[in-house]
């Protein structure tokens, strides 16, 4: 939610967001987030271990 602007959170509510765990995740862990944008209210994410160079989650959330 951090890397949406602050207009976007306050005009809009999640109507839903799906999340797929691939790899754990330490707390002492860096991660990159990437977020991209798709049709209308949608978005799409990642985060990825800077470290490691490989993905630990992506998902998706749509805003009505």
Known sequence: ???FPI????????????????KETMPEAKL?????????????????NTELGKTSFRGSIVFK
């Open 1 to 3: 939610m951090d890397t």
């Open 7 to 22: 207009d976007l959170l306050r005009n809009n509510y999640p109507k839903a967001i799906s999340i797929n765990y691939i």
């Open 32 to 48: 990159k987030i990437i977020r991209g944008e798709g049709k209308e209210g949608n978005f799409f994410f990642e985060g990825v």
